[in-house]
């Protein structure tokens, strides 16, 4: 068991306001300077919250130092690990995940956003906001480095209990790897809070080797389409043969 | 009635602003409770539509309830035992957070024959096949919102008074704050409740900076290290002391706004007027 602190509710304010002033804090994972710019900013001592009484081995989150956005599969099961006893209320605490980043497991973020590191000066705070602070619904589940990582073990631990055909590895290499199709599913939170549809899409996804899905027009066309179907008929009804069915008729053509 | 077959089910369903059933009508009743760790709901269905009662007293039909969470990405729904009319769920509230949607229907649990003599002239009367896992009623949703342990609920209680008219300043209002042994009272005069009134768009954060602000002022009040022996053991100083001590914040104001779940930054500064003796 690891204790940390979490920042609160000043420290999180400060933290905000230091990414629009100096983002380059952030990006240069100088948490010593961001430490002493967060008290001035915010001219108190008091910028940290409780301690997490959760487990958390924090010596796995060294594995992801130097990881980049082809890792992200790989860097779950870490971050699960770590944060093994979570309950999903837990996993939109913009605190914690501001904590974690930022001073925790400084450098990852970077890494693994280096790739879409704006060159544009202007648009360095919104980007180290959506990566490193942000953690709100869709901004944990996609932006948020660490928070990110969290859901997609969330939510494919969640379909790979229903999945009759694929382990939840299986299942999490799905959602990593193609992330057009994730994304498209996020979007959808009433379509993706049903895991049991959300194995039935990710089973017909890697079935027949159907990788044209991954494109967002495909994925979006069939999520619209399951989101039609679900106003008209109740899912949550449906065993997997049923759902799978239902998946299958979503699909859109493959067009030459 | 227009019946449109691309955009409704080509059955009637009985449900809200809708015709399909000219004499139907579909209500439920509802109850919710935090116990412990989990959320306990209920919820009766009161169906008045011969045809869909037959079907449910048959089995063939089920009542359900859709549970909903967007913050957690949860959805589970439960369903009443057959010929029942309604429905329990218990929930763990770890699963939950913020918002809940909680969506009652009755769903065909096979393919049916349903009869449409009752529903609107367009059906013609007809007995239609209607497959399993079709929506036959649905009711408007019940939206509530669960707290985080610990989070103090149902303290405040927003009581018209009637001292005379104050001069305020614009965007200052008057209030009273009373910490009494269970709860808080917070009092506030005609003038300012209808400035509350008045703000419609900031209504909402303007209640959550009164709130706050009691919050702060009856942190005064109690004791931190030790107990008033004559604090009810459930009473909100008790649920105070021990959140803030949950919360190991020194602050009353951070601990306040924590408790209440509201950005203090976001909310600005507030006036709080000392109730004069004779009010």
């Known amino acids: 068991m690891n204790k940390y602190r979490i920042v609160n509710d000043d420290g999180l304010f400060a933290l905000k306001n230091l990414a629009d002033e100096t983002p380059h804090l952030f990006i240069e994972a100088d948490t010593t300077a961001l430490r002493k710019r967060m008290t001035e900013r915010a001219q108190t001592d008091n910028l940290w919250g409780e301690y997490m009484d959760i487990r958390a081995d924090l010596s796995r989150l060294n594995t992801l130092s130097g990881g980049g956005p082809q890792s992200d599969a790989a860097f779950v099961p870490p971050v699960r690990q770590a944060f093994g006893h979570l309950p999903p209320a837990e996993g939109l605490n913009d605190y914690r995940w501001a904590a974690i980043n930022c001073f925790v497991i400084p450098k990852y973020a970077q890494t693994r956003w280096s790739h879409v590191q704006p060159n544009d000066e202007k648009r360095l705070p919104a980007f180290v906001r959506r990566h490193w602070l942000d953690g709100h619904l869709i901004s944990a589940r996609q932006d948020n480095s660490i928070a990110r990582l969290w859901w997609l073990g969330e939510l494919s631990d969640r379909a790979a209990k229903y999945s009759e055909r694929y382990d939840a590895d299986d299942i999490l290499n799905a959602m990593a790897n193609n992330v057009n199709l994730y994304h498209q599913l996020l979007a959808r939170p009433n379509l993706a809070s049903r895991s049991k549809l959300v194995a039935a899409v990710y089973e017909v996804f890697l079935e027949d080797g159907n990788d044209y899905l991954s494109a967002t027009r495909y994925a979006s066309e069939m999520l619209s389409a399951l989101n039609y179907t679900a106003a008209d008929i109740s899912l949550d009804f449906m065993d997997m043969s049923e759902l799978r069915d239902i998946v299958e008729e979503a699909k859109p053509p493959k067009e030459l | ?279």
């Open chain 2, 1 to 279: 009635m227009k019946f449109n077959p691309n955009n409704y089910a080509p059955y009637p369903i009985l449900r809200p602003n809708s015709s399909d059933y000219p004499e139907g009508n579909f209500t439920t009743t509802f109850s919710q409770e935090q116990r412990d760790n989990d959320l306990h709901v209920d919820c009766a269905f009161d169906i008045d539509e011969p045809t869909i009662q037959e079907h449910i007293k048959a089995g063939d039909v089920a009542c359900c309830i859709l549970i909903y969470c967007s913050a957690t990405c949860y959805t589970e729904v439960f369903r009443s035992s057959p010929g029942d009319l309604k429905v329990s769920a218990v929930v763990y509230l770890d699963n939950l957070k913020g918002n809940i949607e909680v969506h009652p229907s009755v769903i065909s649990v096979k393919d049916i024959a349903l009869p449409t003599k009752t529903a609107h002239p367009e059906y013609g009367g007809a007995t239609m096949v209607v497959a399993k896992y079709k929506q036959l009623a649905s009711s408007v949703p019940w939206l509530f919102t669960v707290k985080p342990p610990g989070t103090i609920e149902s303290v405040f209680r927003l009581e018209r008074d009637n001292p005379e008219q104050s001069k305020l300043e614009d965007g200052e209002f008057d209030f009273i704050v009373e910490p009494l042994e269970r709860h808080i009272v917070i009092k506030s005069n005609p003038k300012t409740y209808d400035a509350f009134q008045e703000i419609r768009s900031e209504t909402a954060l303007t209640r959550a900076t009164v709130y706050l602000s009691a919050l702060i002022y009856a942190l005064g009040f109690i004791n931190m290290d030790e107990p008033d022996e004559n604090e009810p053991p459930d009473g909100w100083a008790v649920t105070l002391r021990e959140r803030k001590r949950q919360l190991r914040i020194e602050s009353d104001a951070l601990a306040a706004q924590r408790m209440l779940g509201a950005p203090f930054s976001c909310l600005g500064e507030f006036t709080h007027r000392e109730a004069s003796s004779d009010e």
